[in-house]
């Protein structure tokens, strides 16, 4: 556990204490990754600086064409926001799954996004719902697809003490759907997940885009599964097509939750089951 824990009040005291602390530091918000990494003697840092408070990330805040979401927003918040309900179904979706109650009130969508975790639920969706991600160091800021954020597992494209500010998701209406599979119904991490949104028209999807979750190194878009969706209607023949091309962009490893195998199986029935309830 670190020597110091900090707590600036906002931003611009966090880029004014920076130079002054240890090397080895690390924003803390939720805590529920941080933590337990701390408790489980894998994290190493000298300094931890909590960013819970900070007024510029707590807030959901609509524009006229986008919704932003800030990184410290708990899980727990955007089950409530009706705003989200309506511009990121798929997020929404993800919600149920992710943890229990306790420690969706604790846990933030940006700390969800930097741990990088390939079994992100929050992350997963926020890939499907194609958003983009806000980032700031010493009052520069510059904003990434997501898809770009992560490079692999535990490895994002944050250099050293950037912060996440917050995602933003351009308004349009879509359904969204999120089906995970894990070792229950709900509290578990996934074996194989699937986010789903789709722009509908007349029985026909026009835009489509698919993410996997524990299935490769980083919360997956899956390009090709969501171009072959574009513009069709959702029939049994398109769906069972889909369902066997998103096998071949997954690429799961075996451990202790699942098998490869069993997993590149999933992921196909989770999307197929996903499209039906979106049909
Ligand atoms: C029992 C248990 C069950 C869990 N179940 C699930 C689950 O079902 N689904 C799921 O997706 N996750 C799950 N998790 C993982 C965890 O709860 C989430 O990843 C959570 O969203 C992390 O957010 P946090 O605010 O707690 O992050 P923290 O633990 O505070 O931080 C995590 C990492 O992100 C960095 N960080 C945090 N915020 C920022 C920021 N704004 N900018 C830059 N870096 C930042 C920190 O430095 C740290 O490296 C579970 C964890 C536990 C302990």
């Not at 090709?224 to 091309?245: G, H, M, P, Q, W």
Request: glycine letters at 8%; aromatic letters at 6%; one cysteine or more.
């Amino acid at each position: 556990m670190p020597e110091i824990i900090v707590k600036p009040s906002n931003l611009k005291e966090l880029w004014k204490m920076l130079p002054g602390l240890p090397a080895r530091r690390r924003y803390l918000a939720g805590g529920t990754d941080l933590v337990t990494a701390g408790v489980a003697g894998v994290e190493h840092s000298e300094c931890w600086i909590d960013i819970g408070d900070l007024p510029e990330l707590g807030s959901i805040k609509e524009a006229a064409g986008s919704l932003f979401i800030g990184s410290g927003v708990k899980i727990s918040e955007i089950e409530s926001s009706k705003a989200a309900a309506r511009w990121c179904p798929a997020l929404v979706a993800a919600i149920p799954h992710f943890a229990s109650p306790s420690l969706r009130n604790m846990a933030t969508l940006g700390g969800n996004a930097a741990n990088a975790s390939p079994c992100a639920d929050g992350a997963c969706s926020l890939v499907a719902e194609g958003a983009s991600v806000l980032l700031a160091l010493k009052g520069k800021k510059r904003r990434l697809p997501l898809v770009d954020f992560f490079l692999g597992p535990k490895l994002t494209a944050l250099k050293k003490d950037e912060l996440i500010l917050g995602f933003e998701i351009r308004k349009r209406r879509h359904a969204g759907a999120y089906l995970k599979l894990g070792p229950r119904a709900y509290f578990g991490i996934s074996k194989a997940a699937v986010a789903v949104t789709a722009e509908l028209s007349g029985g026909a999807v026009k835009r489509v885009r698919v993410a996997l979750g524990s299935v490769a190194p980083v919360p997956l878009y899956a390009a090709r599964t969501s171009a072959f969706l574009a513009d069709k209607k959702l029939s049994a023949e398109t769906i069972a097509e889909a369902s066997a091309l998103v096998r071949t962009e997954a690429s799961p490893i075996t451990d202790t939750r699942s098998e490869a195998a069993y997993r590149l199986d999933m992921c196909g029935v989770l999307l197929e089951r996903a499209l039906k309830s979106l049909a």
